[in-house]
């Protein structure tokens, strides 16, 4: 088969590869529908992650079941599958309160952008839809499998509520996920920190009421000036940085929640001032696989539309371009088909 490797910074290359085996009972294959990059991809790409070895890339997929092992009886081959980029049981403790991101057989997934893919704990990662979906809905079930279900989480990390006035740091794929999980969750006011005039339109679209350019304190300043000085109920860190984590802690108002979901680089939390500040955090890699029903019923009877994220669309043997244009911020994210 044909995959991504990445053996440097901003070296990814489209690579002939070994095709995937099944190696334990609990495994599945698939052929690859679409898949896409990530903008966690871009941390290794942009050289802030150690890359190591060459290596496959990628953690978002949806296709088509191919061969299951002799565990797995939740799907067959011919079925088009949905599952998440951190693998689970669904059946652990861990799995069992919801954090099937924490499960106790947890593996994550990292080569998606190829033609076919091994799922491990496949029973209880892998959600089939009832009937295969037509292509129109593929690119919505794809960011379903980690961007729309890791906006969800951040916005219910965060806990939106009915009437609530949520605030949505970073305007990428994940954040703009956020903007409609706030909006599905009942936020009447919905404020997306966003520089860039297509990702603010889309963001609007999404059901953002306000958009605002400041950055760090000014930004901080902008949505006190905006929540009568208070702050706001909800802030979704959606990017990882130190500064977007202090302008989400800063953001939110006494009693409010922050729900963090940016992979952190380089982020220090002050306890003694998130002592007196009165604002919950919690966040952590998502816990897809709680949401994908939800989700993928949201996608199919099209209460959502995540798909519309994806601004380029590439064959896969472009990936190296995808990487390209969404580090240059040419695309938000790039759809790639097999």
Sequence with gaps: MRGAVIHAPRDVRFESLEDPKLLHPTDAIIRTAVTCVCGSDLWPYRGAEPIGDPHPMCHEYVGFVEEVGSEVTAVKPGQFVVGSFATSDNTCANCRNGFQSNCLHREFMSTCQ??????????????????VPGEEFWPGLLAVSDVMGT???????????????????????VGLCGVIAAKEMGAERIIAMS??????????????????TERGEEGVARIRELTGGIGADSVLECVGTAQSMSQALHSARPGGNVGFVGVPHDVAVDGQELFFSHVGLRGGPAPVRRYLPDLIDRVLTGAIDPGKVFDLTLPLDQVAEGYKAMDERRAIKTLLKP
């Design 114 to 131: 190829a033609d076919y893919v091994r799922i491990p704990n496949a029973q209880g990662t892998l959600v089939a839809t009832d009937e």
């Design 151 to 173: 906006g969800w989480w951040a916005a219910d990390a965060a806990e939106v509520r009915p009437g609530s006035t949520a605030v949505v740091v970073g305007d990428g794929a």
């Design 195 to 212: 520089r860039h005039e297509s990702r603010q339109k889309l963001a609007r679209e999404f059901g953002a009421t306000d958009i605002v």
